[in-house]
């Protein structure tokens, strides 16, 4: 099982950016296919953008098209969420999560490994 990590999570004012990193432990990790989600308390699970192997294949969810970009870095075992323009709403615990699919999911069930979590709080 992957191990997954995030940081750059903080406390932004509306507006603002912030770019999260997920570094993965596997080796396999140009093979596995990766995914953004958030939380709120409260609230389930909700995906926020996905990458295939190759990143050729990217799926964003409809709130946060043309604002956040999901990238990977498969020399570096490392994934990104880029986030523009945040808004209050995108207040959230932002959790990266694997799978060995081809397919960038939408579906929380899908993934298999999953991050602890990072913190994004953005100020009105």
């Known amino acids: 099982q992957v191990q997954l990590v995030e940081s750059g999570g903080g406390l932004v004012q509306a507006g603002g950016s912030l770019r999260l990193s997920c570094a993965a432990s596997r080796r396999t990790f140009s093979t596995t296919t990766m995914g953004w989600f958030r939380q709120v308390p409260g609230k389930e699970r909700q995906f926020v953008a996905a990458?295939?192997?190759?990143?050729?294949?990217?799926n964003y969810a409809d709130s946060v098209k043309g604002r956040f970009t999901i990238s990977r870095d498969n020399a570096e075992n490392t994934v990104y969420l880029q986030m523009n323009s945040l808004k209050p709403d995108d207040t959230a615990v932002y959790y990266c999560?694997?799978?060995?699919?081809?397919?960038?999911?939408?579906?929380?069930?899908?993934?298999?490994?999953w991050g602890q979590g990072t913190q994004v709080t953005v100020s009105s």
């Open positions: 999560a694997g799978h060995r699919g081809m397919i960038p999911s939408m579906l929380r069930e899908t993934y298999t490994d």
């Open positions: 990458i295939s192997w190759s990143g050729t294949r990217i």
